[in-house]
C-alpha cells in the first residue's frame, strides 16, 4: 500500500472582487494525502450560458503570484474581462498527485464579472497609411466607468497558409490568421503602428483599460499599408472624383438652366453672371473645381489689371490713420514698420507696415500689391490678417495685424529650451489648422518654414509671407536650381525641386520641416550640409533624426510628411486631428525618441559606421571639431564608443551649449538609424 496519496480538494472557496482584482481564498482540504508539500493550481475557463460550452481562458488573464504551484490557499487574479462567467477549478496537489490515476479533485467556483468596465470601442479609423506604417483613430467608448488609462491594440498580419488558393474558401477567416500577434499601447485614442510590411493586410483589434479593468476587445477591423503604386491608384481616384463631380455639377447646370427658361427668371440670371468677377469665380480655379459653399482662392495674376484685385479684397486706408512709430525690418520692396491704426469708433490697434520704397517700377508695386490681394482673401485665426492698403498716396503701404514675437524661427532661437512639449506642439498646432484652412481654399504656399511663421504675444503662430513666385524672389534661402526656379531647398518636397510640382501635399513636406525647426527650437534643417547633398541625400532616403527631446508621436508625424510618395503624406486635416489628440493626452508625448532608440550593450554588435573612420572626421563633419580634444580626453576614441553615449556623456565631457548638445545627439541618432537599417537589411559592415 502507498504509504501517502494525492490531497482532497480545497473547501470554502470565495471569491472578493472589486474593479481591477479577483481574490480567491479557500480552506486547506480535509484530507492532505498524509504529506507535507502541498501546493494548489487553479485553471480558469470561460464559459457561456450554458455551462457544458466552457473555454479555457488563454492568455489575457493574470495570476498573481501564479497560477500552479501556489503554496498559499489564494490568489489574485488580474485583467479579466467584465460581462463574463468565468469558472475558476482550484486544485490541491502534492508529490504524488502526478502518480495517481484517480481522477483530479478539484472545487469550482463561478464569477461573474458584472463590475462597471468599460464598455466597447466602436469604430476603428484608418486615418493614412504609408508603406510601413498605419495611423489609426477611434473614439473613446460610450462609457467608460472611470479615467482611461490606456489601450491596448492587438494586430496581426493577415495570411494566407501556404495552400492551394481553390482550398482557402474551406478556412474561416480566423484560420487564416496567424497565431503569433504584436500588440502596443497609446494613451490617446490614436496610435501610429510602424514597422508593418508594405502592401499588407492587417487585423486590428483594441481594448480600452480604466480603473475598472479592461473592456472586451473591439470587433475586428482590416487595413491595408500602402505599396508604391497607390501613388498613380490615388491619382485615378481624384481623376474619377472630379470626372464624377464634373459629370454631377453639369447635371446640375442643365436642370437649372431649364428651370430658369421654364420660370422666365433666365434674363435675371444671364445679367448677373455676365458680372466678370463672379464669372472668374464660378470656373476652375488653382486646380481646384468650385463647390457650393467652399470660399475659394483666386489668383491675382488673373485679372487684367491686377489693382482691381487688390481693391476687391483689401480695403483702402486714409494715411492719416495710420502712425508709423518704428523701422522693425527690411523687406524687399521696402522698410517693414510698426505702428497704430485708428479706425473709427474703434479702439486704436497695433499694426505693422510694410512699405514701397519710391523710385519703383510698375511690375514692383504690382508684385508688392500682390500679396496685400492674396492675404486680403483670408480670413482664419492662424493666417495673418490683412488690415487693409494705402495705394492712393505715397508711400504705397500693406497694413497688416502686429504679431509682438516676430518671425517663429528667430523667437525659438531666442528662447532655446524654454517650452514645455505642449507649448511647442500648440504651435504646430495652429500652424497646421492655418495651413489647413489655405489648402481647403486651394492655396499652395510654396514657401512654408518657420521664418515665414509670426508669433504673437500668446504664442500664437499665423502663417504669412503671401506671394508665390514673388516671396521665392524675397526669400535669402530660395536657390536657383537647374530648371532656372528659385526655391528653398530644404524646405521643398523632392517632386517640387525635380518638376516644380507644388502642391498642398508639397506644402505638407515644408510642414513637416517646419515641425523639425519648431521641435529643435530653430535649427538650420540639415545643419550644414549642401543643397546639392541634402537633395541627394533626401533621394537615397535619409530624413532628419528626431531633435533631442522630440517626442516620438512627433518624429513619427514628421517622417510621414516626407514620404517620396505625395500622395502618401497625410492632409492638414488629418495633421490637425492628430495633434489634437496628442494636445488632449499629454502623456502620448512623454516617449522621447532617444528613449527609443538604444543602442545594444554587447560590443560585437555594433558594427563600425561605415562613412566615418574616426570620431575626428565624424565632428568635423558636423561642424564640430572644437570637441575633439573632449571626446578625446574622455576615451571615446572610436565611433563604436562614441556611438554609445548618451546625452549626460555628452555633457559630461564637457559639451556645455545645448545647441551643440543638440547637433551632436542629433547626428548620432541619423547614424544609429542608418545602422539599424544596414542591420535590418542583413548587410554586413
Ligand atoms: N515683421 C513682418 N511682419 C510683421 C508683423 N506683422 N508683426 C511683427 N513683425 C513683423
Redesign the pocket.
Known sequence: MACTRPPSAPRNVIFNINETALLLEWSPPSDTGGRKDLTYSVICKKCGSDASQCEICGGGIRFVPRHTGLINSSVTVLDFVSHVNYTFEIEAMNGVSELSFSPKQFTAITVTTDQDAPSLIGMVRKDWASQNSIALSWQEPDFPNGAILDYEIKYYEKVYPRIAPAFWHYLRVEEHEQLSYSSTRSKAPSVIVTGLKPATKYIFHIRVRTATGYSGYSQKFEFETGDETSDIAAEQGQILVIATAAVGGFTLLVILTLFFLITGRCQWYIKAKMKSEEKRRAHLQNGHLRFPGTKTYIDPDTYEDPSLAVHEFAKEIDPSRIRIERV??A?EFGE?C?GRLKTPGKREI???I?TLKGGYVDRQRRDFLREASIMGQFDHPNI?RLEGVVTKSRPVMIV????????LDSFLRKHDGHFTVIQLVGMLRGIASGMKYLSDMGYVHRDLAARNI?V?SNLMC?V?DFGLSRVLEDDPEAAYTTSGGKIPIRWTAPEAIAYRKFSSASDTWSYGIVMWEVMSYGERPYWEMSNQDVILSIEEGYRLPAPMGCPASLHQLMLHCWQKERNHRPKFTDIVSFLDKLIRNPSSLHTLVEDILVMPDSPGEVPEYPFFVSVSDWLDSIKMGQYKTNFMAAGYTTMDLVLRMSIDDIRRIGVVLIGHQRRIVSSLQTLRLHMMHIQEKGFHV
Open positions: 522693425i525690418g523687406g517693414v510698426s497695433p499694426v505693422a510694410k495673418i497688416v495685424e502686429y504679431m509682438e514675437n516676430g518671425s509670426l504673437n499665423k504669412s
